[in-house]
């Protein structure tokens, strides 16, 4: 019985692990690498068709972004997930297909004219229609065996619509081991969603640390103080801009922004027309609106049943076509605009910041995590007087607000109170989905609290039976302290050469055990080539 680290080792996105029983291998998440280049890039360090089954814990991009990949690239076989995370699935993959298909004819364009050959999208839409009907659709508190010495139970994480902790109950040869995979952590009173759940036991646990380095004060009226935000930027004949998640925090904008007509908190403009720029926001939408209450809290479940729609109110346009969306940057009303990627990396929302971010009486409001190295970081950090957008430079002079406390991940505290709900000490702790100094930061923090607690290294195996930690796999910081620049003109050939590497560990640490003159041979083989190309 193995435990594998293939992504968000030490980094806060890609999350992907490996687990193998009985000689069958199964991957649990297989998310999107994001915002910065650990050197690996989107390759996977495994052949996909080794494997027989994937868990998802939900339907965010950087933990299932890569289904479509794993599929292009050879796995056949089963795809576990809730109810509403296999239909978040349908739209996002599909989307996250359009947007690659979309990026590769731009730099193949970009390369004809430089005379090189032209880039191939790293999935299509065809290769995300692929994966739907693998999926299997679960329901929560549900144990369900998956075969081969596997069961799987998925409980409420309270993160997004769908998302889940999963226990997984594992047997090989009389030996048993439960593994708990916490996904991402949610927070109470989250709109729309139901508060996180506990977990009571697992021997070993795989828990993540997003923001395991801070905590949030609480506020006592979330909604006021986002209101006020509109108010004062609409009153100066400015434009408020919500970078967000096309499904989750859209979502939960929408219902804050309901509430704040609802109680006509802005003075201003009390029937002020908010735009909703973005076909996956707006599809995403209409699942939440749709038939799921079973899934949403008792809050909006009541609205509901009152017949109100949590998500709807006077003057909200969705957008569809971009040549709408460029209107909305002719149009000198003062509105609100909702648009994606909530880490302002890609999609309409950098269009939206190029017309607006230069203009004082205009206003840009965060809701969620911005990873290292995106322009979503660099604006919530204040560490530019001016972003290049679309080739121009653009002025920060827009008025910037970060508001955590409408984040869906837990902070400090409640990740804390989650591993303490464990009636017994698991017998370890693996950190990750947190960036590097933070993962290592809270890895501190649990060892302190008395649990033994590590922050695993990228592609790193732990055996569940010995306990120990067979290869140390390799730690991403040095690539992640590379300019941005060179990480990617190095990527293609580079990364090549670093999966070789991997493969290579991975070799190491499956022919233990073997014949020691096997070993000698393969140690002489590898002390060879490596001397050969030492620098
Ligand atoms: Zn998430």
Redesign the pocket.
């Known amino acids: 019985m193995k435990l594998s680290f293939y992504g968000a080792a030490r980094e806060v996105t890609g999350s992907c692990f490996g687990v193998e029983v009985n000689g069958k291998k199964l991957l649990v998440d297989c998310g999107m690498q994001q915002g910065f280049d650990n050197g690996f890039g989107q390759n996977f360090p495994f052949y996909p068709g080794e494997f027989d089954r994937v868990v998802i814990t ?1 339907a ?1 991009i ?2 299932s972004g890569r289904l479509p990949l794993l599929v292009k690239q050879g796995f056949k076989g089963r795809i576990y997930a809730t109810e509403p995370t296999c239909r978040l699935l349908e739209i996002m993959l599909r989307d996250s297909a359009h947007i690659q298909e979309l990026e590769s004819q731009w730099q193949s364009r970009k390369q004809k004219r430089s005379g090189d050959n032209t880039v191939q999208p790293l999935y299509t839409v065809a290769d995300a229609e692929k994966v739907f009907p693998m999926l299997v659709h679960c329901s929560y508190n549900n144990t369900v065996d998956i075969g081969d010495g596997v069961s799987i139970r998925f409980s409420d994480a309270g ?2 619509l769908g ?1 889940a902790y999963v226990e997984m109950w594992l047997e090989e040869g009389g030996e048993k081991k439960k593994v708990v995979f916490s ?2 952590i949610g927070t109470p009173g989250h709109p729309l969603i139901r508060d996180p759940g506990h977990i009571s036991e697992g021997d070993i646990v795989v828990m993540e640390s997003t923001y395991g380095d801070r905590s949030r004060a609480p506020v006592d009226d979330i909604v006021g103080e986002f209101a006020e935000v509109i108010d004062s930027t609409l009153s100066k004949g400015g434009n408020v801009i919500c970078p967000a998640f096309a499904v ?1 925090r859209t979502q939960g904008i929408l219902y804050h922004i309901r509430e704040v007509k609802e109680r006509g908190l802005v003075k201003s403009c009390p029937d002020f027309p908010v735009y909703l720029d973005s076909p996956l926001g707006n599809a995403a939408t209409r699942i939440y609106s749709g038939d799921v209450i079973d899934y949403l809290d008792d809050e909006a479940a009541e609205l509901i049943r009152a017949g109100i729609s949590p998500l709807s109110f006077d003057n909200l346009h969705f957008i569809e076509t971009s040549d709408d969306s460029k209107l909305l940057n002719e149009d000198r009303t003062p509105k609100v605009i909702i648009s994606s990627s909530g880490m302002c990396d890609a999609g309409r929302i950098r269009h939206h910041l190029k017309h607006n971010l230069w203009r004082r009486e205009c206003s840009v409001v965060f809701t969620g995590f911005q990873a290292f190295g995106t322009l979503g970081r660099t604006l919530v950090d204040a560490t530019a007087q001016s972003v290049t957008l679309f080739g121009e430079e653009i002025a920060v002079r827009s008025r910037i607000y970060n508001f955590r406390n409408m984040s ?2 837990a902070d400090r505290e409640g990740l804390l109170g989650w591993i303490d709900a464990f009636e017994k000490k698991p017998e370890t702790v693996f950190v990750v989905h947190g960036e590097h100094d933070i993962c290592k930061a809270f890895t501190a923090r649990l060892i302190g609290e008395g649990f033994n607690a590590l922050a695993p290294k990228y592609s790193s195996i732990h055996d569940l039976t010995s306990g120990e930690m067979v290869f140390e796999g390799r730690d991403i910081a040095r690539v992640a302290e590379l300019p941005q620049d060179r990480a990617r003109r190095e990527s293609a050939v580079f990364q090549r050469l670093m999966l070789a590497g991997t493969k290579l560990l991975d070799v190491i640490s499956r022919n233990r055990g073997a014949p020691n003159k096997d070993l000698a041979r393969f140690a002489d083989q590898i002390n060879a080539l490596t001397s050969k190309w030492e620098k």
């Open positions: 939900h965010h950087d933990h993160h997004l998302s996904g991402d989750g869906s991940h």
